[in-house]
């Protein structure tokens, strides 16, 4: 089933609350109790990973020979106990897909980064992950393929006196249009910033169905674009049914990134959004 098609089934009496989205949230241990919406659907249940499927490069779909992607005390881990420290990471991306295709969505995920690089990860990954949007179909994709074809709202962590802004776009495989012209530059940094290590992050994307696109922390628009096309480089080896250069990218899948630096999501979450951008 989409979940959109469940909204149906939600009890009006949710209908009362509303979701304060976007906020940074406490660094404790225990979650705090998550923002609800009549309209809201979650897609990680909490439990389990029913309905949703691993990609780690040099793997096949739906294999996770060392287990990246877990359920650990109701969150959504992403771990490297199980890799050999001896043979490091490797460049051994992961991404973990939503089953279902998805356009015309606010999108809600709360994450934060825990303990410390897996040896052998790249520098620029430590304190950095992300949720790819608007991507190419899981099944599209080669076994030694790195990152998706997609749109990535980049999660980055730091210290105090570091200029590490949250929530930046990067564009594996894309390019999109800002104030009127198209960017190819692979990161664009948003006017977010620089969130701790361990501090809950809340994160919230708009994906028009018209092609419009926002990021937005605390209620504030950190970044936005619009018509995202794909195109461009920072892809290897997709396979048939990938989408061809210059196609407009106005849905796709949703999925978690694995790229070092152990991270922890405690909420995804997504509702419809209608056909306004701007």
């Not at 793997?59 to 890799?83: A, C, H, I, K, N």
């Not at 200029?163 to 594996?172: G, I, K």
């Not at 530059?185 to 028009?208: F, G, R």
């Not at 696109?213 to 950190?222: A, K, L, Q, W, Y």
């Amino acid at each position: 089933m989409n979940p959109f098609q469940r909204l149906s089934f939600i009890p009006i009496l949710v209908i009362a609350t509303a979701l304060v989205a976007g906020c940074v949230a406490d660094s404790g241990d225990e979650p705090a109790s998550a923002p609800e919406s009549d309209a809201w659907v979650d897609l990680f249940n909490g439990e389990d990973l029913t309905g949703w499927v691993p990609k780690i490069r040099g793997e096949p779909l739906g294999e996770d020979v060392r287990g990246t992607f877990r359920v650990e005390d109701g969150f959504l881990s992403v771990s490297y106990d199980q890799y050999d420290a001896a043979a490091g990471f490797d460049d051994t991306f992961g991404h973990l897909f939503y089953v279902d295709p998805l356009d015309g969505y606010e999108l809600l995920v709360e994450y934060r980064f825990v303990g410390r690089q897996f040896a052998g990860g790249p520098g620029w990954a430590r304190s950095n992950s992300g949720v790819m949007f608007h991507a190419q179909a899981p099944e599209t994709m080669g076994v030694d393929q790195d990152f998706p074809i997609s749109l990535e709202a980049q999660f980055l962590g730091g210290t105090e006196d570091e200029v590490r802004p949250t929530a930046n776009l990067c564009t594996p495989g894309t390019h999109v249009d800002m104030s009127g012209e198209q960017v190819t530059q692979h990161c664009i940094n948003a006017s977010a910033p620089t969130i701790p290590d361990s501090t809950w992050v809340s994160v919230t994307i708009l994906a028009y169905p018209d092609g419009a696109v926002r990021h937005v922390i605390d209620g504030e628009t950190v970044i936005e674009y619009q018509r995202p096309v794909v195109g461009g480089g920072e892809v290897s080896e997709h396979t048939a049914g990938a989408p061809a250069e210059g196609t407009a990218l106005l849905g796709g899948h949703i999925a978690l990134q694995s790229e070092s630096h152990p991270i922890q999501f405690r909420r995804v979450a997504i509702r419809p959004l209608p056909s306004l951008g701007r």
